[in-house]
């Protein structure tokens, strides 16, 4: 197990850009007129605009373009903190995945300079780290009926792990306090999960290379607990890592379930907006499918947690599961059901590691995991 090297935000020198005067406040970022020639347009849609401009034209983003980009994540950052009002009023998250290449479908390939990529990449990680974030349970979903050809001893306890949950427990429960301790659970609208001040205080940091910790089957009703643990660093993306850092851990959901594979010990595991490109020949390489093919150039481990929003046989029934260490293999180009190209990854489950354990959640543990879906 090893710490990385934390990434810095880009700077006008790296990007041959200007420093320029920009607002370092909520509210002058909310007036600013960041783009000159149309200056009541939002920071999301000149974000957007840019990304489409690329897209169609097959060309890198222009100094103009770029100058403008910097200067608005350099205002974000700034701030002590992005409030979860200024997050959804301005769509804050929306435009720093579009950034990463993670703009809901892409149909062609397009790239912001790394620089950038990095500073957006930092400042998801910062919001996700104040977890003001709605927090969707993690369900199961239908079962796979397609066999494994590894791991056995797999398939002799998949039924044990989805035995029927006892009666309902209260949300006050010592069960339910214990798996969500440090964790605020308030009711505005919308349900969010957040760390109290003594819990963030006390925040395992996520980006390490190795186990970081973890014991094989530990479980988790929610995400912000894998994150308050140090299991995975993304609240809502299924790769956590950078460009420059690798991928640390990723969560094998239902997302992909057309293109990813899950034998157990052998996974194949897609990059991000696999789906949707229509380039037969480029696939979509993001911020987040970078940091995949840093670990695989490097041979590095990567910790895999399963979703119960998985349609694998392997996954839980219910809640976020770590599964132990796998190193990538292999990196291929394949072809979508658009014919587009994406890249899968064959990951290899590590040796000298305990079995997968499958009857986590247990019984206990379904039990916390309805009391907070019912509450």
């Not at 996700?128 to 398939?155: F, M, V, Y």
């Not at 530990?218 to 308050?228: D, E």
């Not at 157990?264 to 995949?292: C, E, R, W």
Request: proline letters at 6%; aromatic letters at 6%; charged letters at 30%.
């Amino acid at each position: 197990m090893s710490e990385v090297t934390m990434e810095k935000p880009a700077t006008a020198v790296e990007l041959g850009l200007e420093t320029q005067e920009i607002p370092s406040t909520e509210e002058g970022i909310r007036k600013h007129a960041f783009d000159p020639e149309v200056p009541n347009r939002p920071m999301c849609r000149i974000i957007a605009t840019c990304t489409v401009k690329m897209i169609r034209s097959e060309t890198n983003i222009s100094v103009k373009n770029s100058q403008i980009v910097f200067n608005i994540l350099q205002s974000l950052n700034s701030l002590e903190r992005i409030t979860a009002e200024l997050d959804k009023s301005e769509r804050i998250r929306d435009l720093l995945r579009s950034i990463l290449g993670e703009t809901p479908r892409p149909t062609k390939p397009y790239e912001y300079p790394e620089p950038l990529q990095r500073t957006a990449a930092i400042l998801l990680a910062r919001i996700d780290a104040d977890l003001a974030a709605e927090q969707a349970l993690e369900q199961a979903g239908s079962l796979s009926p397609e066999p494994s050809p590894t791991s056995p001893h797999l398939r002799k306890r998949r039924h044990t792990s989805r035995s029927a949950t006892p009666a309902p427990i209260p949300i006050d429960d010592p069960k339910v306090k214990d798996v969500m301790r440090g964790i605020i659970i308030s009711e505005d609208g919308r349900r969010t999960y957040k760390l109290d001040q003594d819990a963030r205080r006390s925040l395992r940091d996520c980006n390490v290379i190795g186990r970081n910790g973890l014991t094989v089957g530990q479980w988790w009703p929610l995400r912000v607990c894998a994150i308050r643990d140090g299991a995975h660093g993304a609240m809502m993306a299924g790769i956590a890592g950078g460009a420059n850092l690798g991928a640390f851990s990723i969560v094998v959901s239902s997302e992909y379930a057309d293109l990813d594979k899950d034998y157990g010990d052998t996974l194949y595991y897609s990059g991000s907006n696999s789906q949707s490109n229509t380039d037969p020949f480029n696939p979509v390489i993001t911020y987040a499918t970078k940091a995949m093919r840093l670990s695989y150039t490097e041979r590095r481990s990567v910790r895999v947690l399963r979703s119960g929003k998985s349609t694998s046989q392997y996954a839980p029934t219910k809640g976020l599961r770590y599964d132990g260490l796998y190193s990538i293999t292999r990196e291929d180009i394949e072809k979508n059901t658009k014919g587009g190209a994406y890249l899968r990854f064959k990951l290899v489950r590590d040796r000298d590691q305990p079995d997968i354990d499958t009857s986590r959640p247990n019984a206990r543990e379904r039990q916390v995991f309805d009391a907070l879906k019912d509450f």
